[in-house]
Antibody, heavy 119, light 107 residues
Framework: EVQLVQSGADVKQPGYSLKISCKGS????????IGWVRQMPGKGLEWMGS????????KYSPSFQGQVTISADKSTSTAYLQWSSLKASDIAMYYC????????????WGQGTLVTVSS | DIQMTQSPSALSASVGDRVTFTCRAS??????LAWYQQKPGKAPNVLIY???SLESGVPSRFSGSGSGTEFTLTINSLQPDDFATYYC?????????FGQGTKLEIK
């Protein structure tokens, strides 16, 4: 069974760094892209970027380029989304999702990680 | 970026109704379009890919059509479990983009 299990909710102060994770299982982790999707409170879905764990290639939305870093560790079948300096505007639910091809849709999703930024 | 516009933004319907949602792309995306269903507090779930292909395990009352810039999602004989928000997404060109969503509510 394909599963993407994300790290738990986190609360950080503005300016702090954060790295959230998404662990894949039930398939060959290095053969499919992992994308990250933001959903701000009460809003729609925004694709942030994707990583191909097989070789580390990344693609970013221009809206998020330079704001976050997406990476993957194939030895642990885990993808990451990180911020170096959080802002209040980063408050959102973040989902990871699998895409087995390029181009491809998101066929499996993680359960989401809620990031709260508050002083 | 390719803009995806969904209509209507919200729709009220009754159990047993047939409903249709529309998604328009700002430029051609061939058939590289997916539809997702999202319930409150849950991750999205894919219903349709490649504009008209039904994802495995999705009930056959869901169907999709279209190509180029105009797409539709139809739900035949609405069930109580179908009341949710629906998003279209283009995966023809990076950056991938989603429509703003259509919220389907019980009348």
């Amino acid at each position: 069974e394909v599963q993407l299990v994300q790290s738990g909710a986190d609360v950080k102060q503005p300016g702090y760094s954060l790295k959230i994770s998404c662990k894949g299982s039930g398939y060959s982790f290095t053969t499919c892209w992992i994308g990250w999707v933001r959903q701000m409170p009460g809003k729609g879905l925004e694709w942030m970027g994707s990583v191909f764990p097989g070789d580390g290639e990344t693609k970013y939305s221009p809206s998020f380029q330079g704001q976050v870093t997406i990476s993957a560790d194939k030895s642990t079948s885990t993808a990451y989304l990180q911020w170096s300096s959080l802002k209040a505007s980063d408050i959102a639910m973040y989902y990871c999702a699998r895409q087995c091809g390029d181009p491809y849709y998101f066929d499996y999703w993680g359960q989401g990680t809620l990031v709260t930024v508050s002083s | 970026d390719i803009q995806m516009t969904q209509s209507p933004s919200a729709l009220s319907a009754s159990v047993g109704d047939r409903v249709t949602f529309t998604c328009r792309a700002s430029q051609t995306i061939n058939t590289w379009l997916a539809w997702y269903q999202q319930k409150p507090g849950k991750a999205p779930n894919v219903l349709i890919y490649q504009a008209s292909s039904l994802e495995s395990g999705v009930p056959s009352r869901f169907s999709g059509s279209g190509s180029g810039t105009e797409f539709t999602l139809t739900i035949n004989s609405l069930q109580p479990d179908d009341f949710a928000t629906y998003y279209c997404q283009q995966y023809n060109t990076y950056p991938y983009t989603f429509g703003q969503g259509t919220k389907l509510e019980i009348k």
